[in-house]
C-alpha cells in the first residue's frame, strides 16, 4: 500500500468539528502539553478500521506515516505498527521495535504512547536487557518518560512488578502531570493483581508521592484507606 493512497484515505475521513474537540481535549494551545498538534478529525473506530484495511503495509511506508504532522496518522502508524508487531517473528519484530524507540519524538502524547508502549516496547523487552527503561525514564523528554512507565504495563499483566515499581521511584520527583498521572496508573494496576505489594511501595513513599500520584493510585482503594493516606495518617 502506498503513502500517498493511505495518506488520501484518511484525509477523507477528517472532520472539522471533531478535530476542534480534539485540539482543546489534547491540550494544543501555547505553553500546553500538546502545544502545535495538529488535528483532522478521526475517531478512534475509524482509525482501527483503517488499520485492517492496510494491515500489509510496508514498514518504510508506516514509518513515513508515523513522521505526519496529522495526531491521528501517527496514531494510525502506531497501531499498524502494534498490530504487524503481534504478528511478526523475531527479526521482524525486532525491526519494528527499532522503529519505534528510533521515533519517539513523533510519539508526542499520552494516547500515542498508552496505546503502543507496553504492546511494543513492554513485550520486546520481555526477554531483553531491559536498561532502555531506564534511560528513557531518566530521559529529558515527557514522552520518552511516559513510553518507560506504560510499557512496564505489559509486565504488570504477567505478575512482574520490580520494573513499574523502581521506575515508578525514579519517577516520584518527577514535574510532569502526565508522569503522575501514569505512574499512578501503573501503581493502581500493580495493585490489582498484589495489593500488599502496592501497599508496600506506598507506605514506603506516599508522603514524599505528587498528590495526583498518590489519588490515581489509591482509586480502588476504601474511602477510608484512601483518606488515611491523603491525611498522611499511616
Not at 26 to 55: C, M, S
Not at 172 to 177: A, C, K, R, V
Request: charged content about 30%; cysteine-free; hydrophobic content about 40%.
Amino acid at each position: 500500500m502506498s503513502y500517498k493512497e493511505i495518506k488520501q484515505h484518511l484525509l477523507s475521513l477528517a472532520d472539522q468539528d471533531i478535530a476542534d474537540h480534539s485540539r482543546r481535549f489534547f491540550k494544543t494551545a501555547a505553553g500546553e502539553y500538546g502545544f502545535g498538534d495538529r488535528f483532522l478529525g478521526i475517531r478512534v473506530p475509524a482509525i482501527r478500521q483503517t488499520v485492517k484495511r492496510y494491515a500489509d503495509t510496508h514498514l518504510d511506508v508506516t514509518t513515513r506515516l508515523l513522521k505526519s504532522e496529522y495526531h491521528e496518522i501517527r496514531l494510525f502508524a502506531l497501531l499498524l505498527l502494534v498490530a504487524q508487531f503481534s504478528k511478526a517473528d523475531k527479526n521482524r519484530r525486532k525491526k519494528i521495535y527499532d522503529i519505534y524507540l528510533a521515533n519517539t519524538r513523533h510519539i508526542n502524547n499520552w494516547d500515542l504512547v498508552d496505546s503502543s508502549a507496553h504492546k511494543i516496547v513492554g513485550v520486546y523487552l520481555e526477554n531483553n536487557d531491559r536498561s532502555v527503561l531506564y534511560k528513557l525514564s531518566r530521559s529529558d523528554s515527557l514522552w520518552e518518560r511516559r513510553i518507560a512507565i506504560i510499557a512496564t504495563y505489559h509486565y504488570i499483566r504477567e505478575d512482574q512488578f520490580e520494573d513499574t515499581l523502581r521506575i515508578s521511584e525514579q519517577l516520584l520527583d518527577d514535574q510532569e502531570d502526565l508522569i503522575h498521572k501514569a505512574v499512578g496508573w501503573m501503581l493502581r494496576e500493580v495493585g490489582k493483581r498484589d495489593k500488599p505489594a502496592e501497599i508496600a511501595f506506598l507506605n514506603k513513599h506516599y508522603r514524599a508521592m505528587p498528590r495526583t500520584m498518590l489519588r490515581y493510585a489509591i482509586e480502588r482503594f476504601s474511602n477510608e484507606e484512601r483518606q488515611n493516606y491523603l491525611r498522611g495518617l499511616l
